[in-house]
């Protein structure tokens, strides 16, 4: 119970620096904890039936679900993706407009228009 | 040959055309590379309709071809489904796609690399369709999700960055919803097949039933994100009005319909789909006509059609939600759904048509202010345009849009509406429609003459290709032109072949034909009574809206203030408010 409390917290504290944070590269890191919440959450539901890692070798009783598992290998792929193309956007945005705070950029380039 | 065989053809000739695409970009530049990229744009848009159409026999007669992805066991691999609705889903997005690709030839952005990106897109929008496994959603949803903030940028606008940046971070943010909400339902029911799930949600216990509720109101408002549902419609104007012309032809045509109707697979089997789509058809009626009222308030000529997106979306959702509410299965249920899948699709040609038209339009006259642009069409022929196509096909297209007979918009729209008469949905379209007259009356002044013949315009772009131009290659023009004027007969024949298109779009949708939907009465009295008027109003509301207190409150709504935090509070809000409406409905 304490681990999905802790992961509530790190989902909520990666959904707030998202929303509140003024630096656009800072909201790449929180959606970066987001993602890593979810990410252990699905690996703590696999750890429920058993406890040992999902390669198959002789007297291994008790492994963890590997489902989830596989899911996450992917889910930290596509996060990975997203996380780089954001970096590439806010470089690019930094390019345009001299600065990585969401709000100054936004008046940049309305500016300009 | 058998159809299981070829049904993954849809998603993976594209996925090898993007190679070759790739291939090409490793080329140096030149007649080889050229040729390689356009094999691959061949090979991943021009061979997959023919495969359609080998299967279209098996999906006309109701089969539907089903399995697992590489032969793996049932509950472990990747369940697929391709049926009538994958199908119909796929040639609208072939359609659209070819159209849009052929336009960027002559328009741009133009290269092996963006060529590449769009195929990989096409590949995923078949997948998205196709797969019953919510985890492969997840998947799909997010490649067509990266592709687009990939290509948004593509027009090289400061805006479309910035735009793309914003829908990156509440897409994300909200797929990562959409992956607690698959955790909900693996931790319910240990399965990921919407089968699966749907037969393990039968035997929980009322205690978990929350926690149900909860999953797939997270995977609902993900979803509903990518649809641009009011109140989550807030990324898509910006997105679209700066993304390249091709490219917004796509995204406003194609992808924005996509994940509605993968969702829809999802609310057939799971226990509180009904209530979603009820409330989703009310959202989809709002949407309408709060989209088409900030439409009309808009001076950029694109962001005018994005908006337009937004409301004729809420057309669909209100058709496709109505009928997920009263179930499919029923005859009143299928018509709807068959009402909502051709309005799709023919939004998606009458829009792409727009976009298009107006984008060689503003590319022409340098000016995207609908209140300072005049005289296009004398612009247009000074750019080189001989006979004014740009013109005719913005006319057909602004025409069919308005829900003119007999042009394919008028058959959708009329479609819906008659399968939903009396209803609240009913009187919220009709509202609709008038708003999209009269914003399209706003937007067609920017081909009104001034009334200052033989003007020049030599400040203005030439397009390339043209004999006004004569050292750029030639097909330029061609390429744009031909996209435009495809895509405007098909709007035409849309409209001339409405009851074959009901009757064969009616019997794939009522899987095997065990309940025909009723096919509408098109060209009654009242049916064309209720045009006029909705003409009549919608040329009063033009007047209305230019009068000096109209004009300040059109001002007012364009102005409103709209954040980045805006759209993370409203798909915090728009979530809260469906568990709280699903758990309701249970209890």
């Given amino acids: ?113 | 040959m058998r159809p299981e065989d070829i049904v993954f053809a849809t998603v993976m000739l594209p996925l090898l055309g993007a190679a070759l695409a790739f291939c090409a970009k490793l080329l140096p530049k030149g007649r080889v590379a050229s040729v390689v990229e356009y094999t691959g744009a061949l090979v991943g848009l021009g061979l997959p309709p023919l495969v359609l159409i080998l299967l279209f026999p098996v999906v006309f007669s109701g089969q539907s071809v089903s399995g697992v992805v590489g032969q793996w066991f049932v509950g472990i691999g990747i369940t697929f489904r391709f049926d009538a609705l994958a199908w119909l889903v796929n040639i609208l997005g072939f359609t659209i796609g070819t159209a849009a690709w052929v336009y960027s030839l002559g328009a741009g952005p133009k290269g092996p690399a963006f060529t590449g990106v769009f195929l990989i897109q096409t590949a995923a929008l078949c997948a998205t369709i196709m797969t019953t496994d919510l985890f492969n959603l997840f998947v799909c949803l997010e490649i067509m999700g990266i592709t687009s903030y990939v290509l948004i940028p593509t027009s090289r606008k400061a805006g479309a960055t910035l735009a793309s940046f914003s829908y990156l971070m509440v897409s994300a943010s909200a797929m990562v919803f959409f992956l607690l909400g698959t955790y909900g339902f693996y931790r319910l029911t240990g399965a990921l097949s919407y089968e699966g799930i749907s037969n393990g949600l039968q035997a929980i216990s009322s205690s978990d039933t929350v926690l149900s509720i909860v999953s797939l109101a997270l995977l609902v408002s993900a979803i509903a994100i990518r649809v641009a549902v009011m109140p989550l419609y807030g990324w898509l104007p910006d997105a679209h009005a700066l993304a390249p012309h091709a490219v917004s032809a796509v995204l406003s045509g194609v992808l924005i319909k996509t994940p509605l109707f993968a969702l829809s697979r999802i609310l057939f089997l799971f226990p509180a789909g009904m209530q979603v789509g009820e409330l989703m058809g009310i959202a989809g009626g709002v949407t309408a006509v709060l989209g088409v009222v900030i439409a009309l308030s808009q001076e950029d000529a694109k962001r005018l059609l994005a908006y337009h997106s937004i409301s004729q979306i809420g057309y669909v959702v209100a058709a496709w939600g109505m009928a997920i509410s009263i179930g499919v299965d029923s005859p009143a249920g299928t018509s709807l759904m068959v009402a909502a899948f051709l309005h799709a699709f023919y939004h998606a040609l009458f829009k792409g048509l727009l976009f298009l038209s107006i984008g060689t339009t503003v590319d022409v006259a340098k000016e995207r202010n609908v209140y300072i642009l005049r005289d296009s069409i004398g612009k247009l022929r000074a750019a080189g345009e001989r006979i004014p196509v740009t013109f005719m096909c913005f006319v057909i297209g602004a025409l069919a849009i308005s829900a003119t007979p007999p042009l394919n918009g008028f058959v959708s729209k009329t479609a819906i509406t008659y399968a939903m008469k009396g209803s609240l949905h009913y009187y919220l379209l009709s509202a609709a429609a008038v708003g999209t007259v009269a914003s399209f009356i706003k937007l067609s002044r920017i081909y009104w003459p001034t009334g200052k013949r033989g003007r020049l315009h030599p400040e203005l772009g030439i397009l390339p290709g043209s004999s006004a131009n004569p050292q750029t290659k030639a097909y330029g023009l061609v390429a744009r032109l031909t996209a435009q004027s495809v895509l405007a007969v098909l709007c035409i024949a849309g409209g001339l072949a409405a009851p074959h298109i009901l009757t064969i779009i009616g019997t794939l949708m009522s899987r095997g034909g065990t309940n025909i939907a009723v096919p509408p009465i098109l060209y009654s009295t009242d049916n064309l009574l209720k045009t006029g008027v909705t003409t009549l109003g919608g040329i009063l509301l033009f007047f209305v809206a230019t009068s000096k207190i109209g004009s300040r409150v059109l001002h007012t709504i364009r102005t409103r203030p709209r954040s980045f935090q805006g759209l993370f509070v409203s798909f915090s809000l728009g979530t809260a408010v469906l568990a709280a409406f699903l758990v309701v409905g249970k209890i």
């Fill in chain 1, 1 to 113: 119970m304490v681990e999905r409390a802790l992961l509530l917290c790190l989902l909520l504290i990666g959904f707030w620096g998202v929303v509140a944070k003024k630096n656009i590269i800072k909201k790449i890191f929180g959606l970066n904890i987001l993602n890593a919440a979810a990410v252990m959450l699905f690996i703590l539901e696999g750890n429920r039936i058993g406890s040992e890692a999902p390669i198959l070798e002789s007297g291994l009783a008790q492994v963890v679900d590997p489902i989830p598992q596989a899911l996450m290998l992917t889910a930290i792929v596509i996060g990975v993706c997203v996380t780089a193309l954001a970096l590439a956007l806010a470089v690019h945005l930094y390019q345009i407009t001299g600065s990585f705070d969401i709000e100054t950029i936004r008046e940049r380039i309305q500016d300009e228009t």
